[in-house]
């Protein structure tokens, strides 16, 4: 099931993060240290609000297992390869990144929890449509090499290999663009190609991935459709998935 592609992206990928912000208490004892022991000093208002939930008493209230998309499963990421944060309020969200697992959906899992991978993505699409979400939308997941694209963006992994097109299905394709038709509905993103990108895409990235057979031909207008959909759901009074 393409297992020795998938670690060698596992290796590539967790070299590649760069995400350099990825061990919050070293930071945050520094910026602690330095404004009890220096009065003068001056913290950054941006850099207090994306720290207000690290003081006692105030972090964002969370359900275990909660999903941000009706019907995923959830299942955790380890908690070493996404940042713990409250997106859109410190972060403004304005990407969808495609990417493509390289390796079947249970590998992708794996290495998703596994500590020493240092990347994973928020949602992992399977080619039956299965939408599995293994980190909360408000977080940031070290999915793109790029800090602030990680910062600004939600990752979507889709089961297959690039140079596969029988990878992607029917199924993966609708479950996707409704994906990420809500997505873009819950952050107010244009739905087009400036804002729905490929990780090939991302500044500085080594990766290819969705690759040449990803069809964005296709995909867009079907983003498009589903959120018309959506949009017409909710206009008859019943909630958005």
Known sequence: MGEKKADAKARTKGRGAKD????????????????????????????????????????KPRKEGEVDF?????????????????RPDDYGIDRV???????????????????????????????????TQMIRELDVAYHAG???????????????FVDRPQDFTDAMYEASARLTARICARYDIP???????????????????????????RYIPLVRQALSAQKQTQAAGTPAA
């Open 20 to 59: 350099g912000d990825r061990r919050v208490g070293r930071r945050a004892l520094l910026i602690g240290g330095a404004a009890a022991a220096v009065g003068s000093v001056v913290l950054a208002r941006d850099e207090l609000a994306r720290l207000w939930w690290r003081l006692p008493s105030v972090e």
């Open 70 to 86: 009706t019907g995923a499963q959830w299942v955790a990421a380890s908690s070493a390869n996404w940042r713990r944060a409250d």
């Open 97 to 131: 990144i495609i990417h493509v697992t390289q390796g079947s959906f249970d590998s992708a899992v794996k290495v998703f929890q596994d500590p020493g991978h240092g990347a994973a993505a928020h949602y992992i699409v399977r080619k039956d449509g299965h939408i």
């Open 146 to 160: 790029n800090r602030q694209f990680n910062e600004r963006s939600v990752g979507i992994e889709h089961e297959g």
């Open 191 to 217: 739905v087009d190609r400036e804002h729905i990108i490929g990780h090939v895409e991302v500044p500085g990235t080594d990766h290819t991935d969705p690759g040449p057979h990803w069809d964005w031909d």
